[in-house]
């Protein structure tokens, strides 16, 4: 067996190669299926809203367990214990924001995307141009996240240590993503997140087992253990701290990060869209119910996979492998079951990559399809549904190109954090308004853009100007600095996520620009959009229309 780290590589790079590309050659052959019934603009937007609350619950699992998920909670637990599990803590509490307050009700007043909400008694070409910008902003982060992901596993499980190597195989899964959208369109996008999600768990769990068996199925023996592998810095895993707790900016920087992810999952657009492919609201609720099930499981794993990680790999040599912090959890399986385990785990790896991106780049070219091009340049008086399809599929090509460049830039950042900063611009740009929206009976044309706008320029510029992207100190062991960009510090902003300024402030756009604003807000509209949003009465016409 081939020692982790010999030659920069995990395992056999042939046996990797092979299992991902029998996942690929399957999981296209099923999307190629799947086309031949996505004629319309409602079969590549919502899938034909053929799909059961079941079936929609496990791909919305699909959706959101990305990977962030596994390789970056699992290795910031393995490094850094309790801070590193509160990443688990804050997607998952984050469903229940998502539940109570917009799944039925979206589902109600929407048809194909987040903006026939957001426009639907206010003034309908600025609303939606604003909507669907910050859905392409939302979505270029969260991509960042999954292409980082890509490189980092491929850096370890094909020893391509090179940045020209891993900026190849980044553009390679981008191609792949690329041709699931054009392809399958939402329908056969669906069917690759169920596949992959199941896939995901039953290696989750399967491995959890595995590790628990190791420690004779006492947790309080695992924990001991990643104490003890840890060496010094181990006494710190069990306690907060870690990674957040040793000066007052870091401290700040955990409650915005934990507000980022508790309110982003509310408005993340690729989230927000499978509501649409149920036939009824009541799918919606139980695709939820579903989803909050499956991802509350997949948590729990991931404490075990982290710790597991830590105790029985150590967190020296996840820091030392090709992928960093990133190759937590396929370390750990290739340290259980040899390569063969190691490439199950990658081609699940590597699949919930593709589907997440998949799912991110059909939401932002429905976005700009729907409501750009059909509802801003066409007026909404496009009747060739075929040239809106048309649309979507070239916007899925420019994203995937910009998404590729993007992950190229962020390749080495550790994923769950670059997901949180998607969580952030969500929160800020798109929650707010949904809120206002839904709720507020005064707000208006206005208010809404100025809390899209204004949210999402105040979130980009404090990320631009964070230590995300510049400024961070040099690593020692590594010799590279733990911002984006090397070797210059233009930062001003102290925190690493900027969610505990710019939500609030995005509020407080939205309410000042209603209040400022001489609009007045259509009170016959918003009646009719709370009766449709509470009742569901009329919203199966408009879906069907």
């Known amino acids: 067996m081939t020692h982790p780290l010999a030659a920069g590589t995990v395992g056999t790079p042939a046996v990797n190669i092979g299992i991902f590309a029998v996942f690929v050659l399957i999981t296209l052959v099923i999307v190629f299926r799947a086309s031949r019934s996505s004629k319309t603009a409602v079969d590549f937007y919502a899938a034909g809203h053929a799909f059961t609350g079941p079936q929609n619950g496990i791909a919305i699992a699909g959706d959101y367990l990305s990977a ?55 003034k309908q070409k600025p609303v939606r141009t604003a909507a669907a910008t910050s859905t392409l902003a939302v979505s270029f982060f969260y991509l960042l996240a999954q292409m980082a992901g890509a490189g980092g596993l491929v850096a370890l499980l094909l020893g391509v240590t090179s940045k020209t190597g891993q900026a190849v195989v980044i553009a390679i899964v981008g191609v792949i993503m690329i041709a699931y959208v054009l392809i399958g369109g939402m329908r056969g996008t669906t069917w690759v ?246 709720f507020w009976k005064r707000f208006n044309t206005s208010g809404a853009l100025w809390s899209i706008y204004g949210g999402l320029i105040v979130t980009v510029v404090l990320i631009v100007f964070s230590p995300v992207v510049s400024g961070k100190p040099v690593d020692p062991k590594t010799g590279k600095s733990l911002s984006m960009l090397q070797g210059v510090d233009f930062h001003w902003f102290p925190l690493d996520n900027p969610g505990l300024v710019s939500i609030p402030v995005s509020f407080l756009l939205g309410y000042l620009g209603t209040v400022l604003s001489k609009d007045k807000a259509d009170a016959a509209k918003y009646a009719e959009m709370e009766v449709r949003a509470l009742t569901g009465h009329g919203a199966e016409q408009a879906v069907q229309h």
Do not use: C
Request: net charge neutral; hydrophobic share 55%.
């Open 68 to 122: 962030a998920s596994f390789l970056g909670i699992a290795g910031a637990i393995a490094i850094y214990g309790y801070d590193g599990f509160l990443y688990s803590i804050g997607f998952l509490v984050a469903w229940l924001v998502a539940l109570l307050l917009v799944a039925e009700l979206l589902r109600n007043t929407g048809k194909y995307t987040m903006a026939d909400v957001l426009s639907f008694r206010m």
């Open 193 to 438: 997140q169920i596949i992959k999600a199941v896939l995901l768990i039953i290696g989750a769990a399967v491995m959890t087992v595995w590790v628990l068996s190791k420690f004779g199925f006492n947790l309080s023996n695992l924990l001991g253990e990643a104490v003890e592998k840890g060496g010094k810095a181990g006494e710190t895993l069990l306690y907060p701290g870690a990674q957040y707790g040793k000066t007052g900016t870091t401290k700040l920087d955990f409650l915005s990060l934990g507000l980022a992810l508790v309110l982003g999952t509310a408005g993340l657009p690729h989230v927000l869209m499978r509501f649409y492919t149920v036939p009824t609201a009541k799918e919606a609720r139980r695709s939820v119910t579903w989803a909050i099930g499956l991802i509350g499981l997949f948590y729990l794993f991931t404490l075990v996979l982290g710790y597991g990680a830590g105790a029985l790999v150590g967190p020296a040599e996840i820091k030392a492998a090709p992928g960093g912090v990133n190759s937590a959890a396929p370390l750990l399986a290739f340290h259980l079951g040899g390569e063969i385990l190691l490439g199950l785990i990658a081609a699940v790896a590597f699949a919930t990559i593709l589907a997440v991106v998949a799912g991110l780049t059909i939401t932002a070219s429905a976005s700009f399809a729907h409501d750009i091009y059909a509802n801003v340049i066409k007026d909404g008086a496009a009747d060739d549904k075929a040239a809106e399809v048309r649309v979507a599929r070239i916007t899925a090509v420019v994203i995937g190109l910009v998404a590729i460049l993007g992950g190229i830039l962020a390749n080495g950042q550790n994923v769950a954090f670059l997901v949180a900063l998607a969580f952030a611009v969500a929160a800020s740009a798109n929650l707010p308004t949904i809120l206002y929206s839904l």
